[in-house]
C-alpha cells in the first residue's frame, strides 16, 4: 500500500520516489532489460547528440523488445502502484525509453515535456523511472514541481547542445520552453526543480507532462544507465500534436498506424497497448 504523502506527491508535484521497489530479481531482469536494447538499437534510436556534449544514448519503444517488455511489466506490481497513484481502475502498458550516459562527460539532457512530442492528454500518465547506479540528486532526473498541470510547451528538438529549448514544433502557437538551465545560473532559486538521490530498486515515478529534464554525469557518477517504462490509465486521452514538424505531425513518432486510428480526444485506447489492470 502507498502512503498517502507519495500518492500526495504524485499527484501535486508530478513526480514521487518509492524507496526500494524494486527487489533483486526485478532489478536483475530490468537491468537485462535495458542491456538487450542497448545491444539490439531499435528503429527509434535517437542519434542526433551522439558526438556532441550531450551524448546519450536514447531509444524509444523498440518493436523487438516489446514481448520481453509487455512479460516484464507483469512481474512487477505496477499495475497496483498506479491504480494507487493516479486512482484509476485500469492501467495499460504503453513502452520503454531508455538514456544511457557514459564516461562521466556527458551534460544535462534538455528539458522537455514527453508531451510535445507524443499525442498524450490527461492526468493518469506515468513514467517509472529506474536508474541502476547510486545518483546523488545533483546527477538525476528534475522535474519542476507541478508543471505536469500548467502550460504545454513547444517540444525541445534535442539537436542543439547550445540551445536546449529550440522549438520542435515551431506551430506559432505552442509557447517555447523556458531556458531553465539560464535562469538557474543566474538565479539558483528561479525554479522549483525536485530530484532525488537513488540507490539500486529505488523507482522514481513521474507523470510525464511535467518539464522534466535528466542531469549531467561527472567524475563522481560517470555513468547512468536509466530504464523508463511508461503507463497510462482511465484518465487519458489522444491530442493531435501541430503538424509543422514532418516527424511528429499530429500522430507523433511512435505507434504512428495505431495514432492515425484514433480522433481528438478520443480516449488513448489500442490493442497494441498491454492492459495489466
Ligand atoms: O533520464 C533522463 O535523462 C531523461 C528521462 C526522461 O526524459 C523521461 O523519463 O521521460
Not at 530530484?195 to 567524475?219: K, M, T
Request: aromatic share 10%.
Amino acid at each position: 500500500m502507498i502512503d498517502q504523502e507519495t500518492i500526495r506527491q504524485f499527484r501535486e508535484d508530478g513526480i514521487t520516489v518509492i524507496r526500494n521497489y524494486l527487489d533483486e530479481e526485478q532489478l536483475a531482469a530490468c537491468r537485462e532489460a535495458l542491456d538487450w536494447n542497448m545491444a539490439n538499437p531499435g528503429p527509434n534510436i535517437f542519434r542526433a547528440l551522439e558526438g556532441t556534449s550531450l551524448a546519450t544514448h536514447i531509444d524509444n519503444a523498440n518493436p523487438n523488445a516489446k514481448p520481453k517488455l509487455d512479460a516484464l511489466v507483469q512481474k512487477i506490481p505496477f499495475a497496483e502502484t498506479f491504480q494507487q497513484l493516479w486512482g484509476s481502475e485500469h492501467v495499460w502498458y504503453f513502452a520503454e525509453e531508455i538514456f544511457v550516459k557514459e564516461g562521466g562527460k556527458s551534460g544535462r539532457g534538455p528539458f522537455h515535456q514527453d508531451t510535445a512530442n507524443l499525442p498524450w492528454a490527461g492526468a493518469h500518465w506515468g513514467n517509472a523511472w529506474i536508474s541502476f547506479e547510486h545518483i546523488p540528486a545533483a546527477n538525476s532526473l528534475q522535474v519542476v514541481r507541478g508543471s505536469w498541470n500548467g502550460i504545454e510547451y513547444d517540444g525541445s528538438t534535442f539537436r542543439n547542445p547550445d540551445d536546449p529549448t529550440e522549438p520542435l514544433h515551431d506551430d506559432g502557437i505552442l509557447p517555447r520552453l523556458p531556458h531553465i538551465d539560464k535562469d538557474m545560473e543566474e538565479d539558483p532559486n528561479a525554479w522549483d526543480l525536485v530530484s532525488y538521490e537513488i540507490n539500486p530498486g529505488d523507482v522514481v515515478f513521474l507523470h510525464p507532462r511535467s518539464i522534466h529534464g535528466g542531469a549531467h554525469v561527472d567524475e563522481q557518477t560517470p555513468d547512468r544507465h536509466t530504464l523508463v517504462l511508461r503507463f497510462f490509465g482511465d484518465d487519458s486521452t489522444f491530442r493531435e500534436l501541430p503538424r509543422t514538424n514532418p516527424v511528429y505531425a499530429r500522430n507523433g513518432f511512435l505507434f504512428r498506424d495505431e495514432m492515425a486510428k484514433l480522433n481528438q480526444g478520443d480516449p488513448f485506447r489500442s490493442p497494441i497497448f498491454q492492459q495489466i489492470a
